[in-house]
């Protein structure tokens, strides 16, 4: 079983739709939850990190942790043609080292 | 600030053949890491060093793989011999604190090996 696992895609939503993006992970010891983003061609960048259980907001994206359940998911709101891009979740464990998830390829249509 | 400089971005070798890359961190950006990532799969990180000592690579193929960060800032990642399974992209990225806290990657060199 793979520390962290996310659903490859891809996804294609109409522009304005809600989009929600998931990832499962079995390490307890995980204690930051990240999500990046990855346009074709580039590196990821961070777009949100959050520490505990709950929600985190930053304008049209939402990330959501459960540590009970060991799941995370990042929603975008009213999404944009320039949201489309690949979105990788990463997770770091107590030694700082990351685990990264295979991404989700994400299109969103005008 | 600039980002996180990498050379070349592109490069097709064949099998056996030899390769390097080159990354500039951020300046005064003391950890640097190189990361593959497969087509289709996340980023697997393969050296991590601090300042110029190499703090994790334990991931790091080292029969073919070799890296090193001379004075602690360019960093180079070589490849010798390379083989197929080989064929991804190599990100380098910074970070200057905790990574959570500001962690850059590069484009990446994409590499393809034939």
């Known amino acids: 079983q793979k520390e962290v696992e996310q659903d490859p895609g891809p996804l294609s939503v109409p522009e304005g739709a809600i989009v929600s993006l998931n990832c499962t992970y079995s390490n307890s010891a995980f204690q930051y939850f990240m999500w990046y983003r990855q346009y074709s061609r580039k590196g990821p960048e961070l777009l949100m990190y959050t520490y505990s259980s709950g929600n985190k907001e930053d304008g049209r994206f939402t990330a959501q942790v459960d540590k009970s359940s060991k799941y995370i998911s990042l929603f975008i709101r009213d999404s944009q043609p320039s949201d489309s891009a690949t979105y990788l979740c990463?997770?770091?464990?107590?030694?700082?080292?990351?685990?990264f998830g295979t991404g989700t390829s994400l299109t969103v249509i005008p | 600030e600039a980002g996180v400089a990498q050379s070349p971005r592109y490069k097709i070798i064949e099998k056996r053949q030899s390769v390097a890359f080159w990354c500039n961190p951020i300046?005064?950006?003391?950890?640097l890491y190189w990361y593959q990532q497969i087509l289709g799969q996340g980023p697997k990180l393969l050296i991590q060093f601090q300042n110029n000592g190499v703090v994790d690579d334990s991931q790091l193929p080292k029969d073919r793989f070799s890296a090193e960060r001379l004075k602690g800032v360019d960093s180079t990642l070589k490849i010798q011999p390379a083989k197929l399974e080989d064929s991804a992209v190599y990100l380098c990225?910074?970070?200057?604190?905790?990574?959570?806290?500001?962690?850059?990657f590069g484009s990446g060199t994409r590499l393809t090996v034939v």
């Open positions: 300046s005064g950006h003391a950890t």
């Open positions: 990225a910074s970070s200057s604190g905790p990574p959570i806290l500001g962690y850059t």
């Open positions: 990463a997770m770091l464990d107590t030694g700082n080292q990351f685990y």
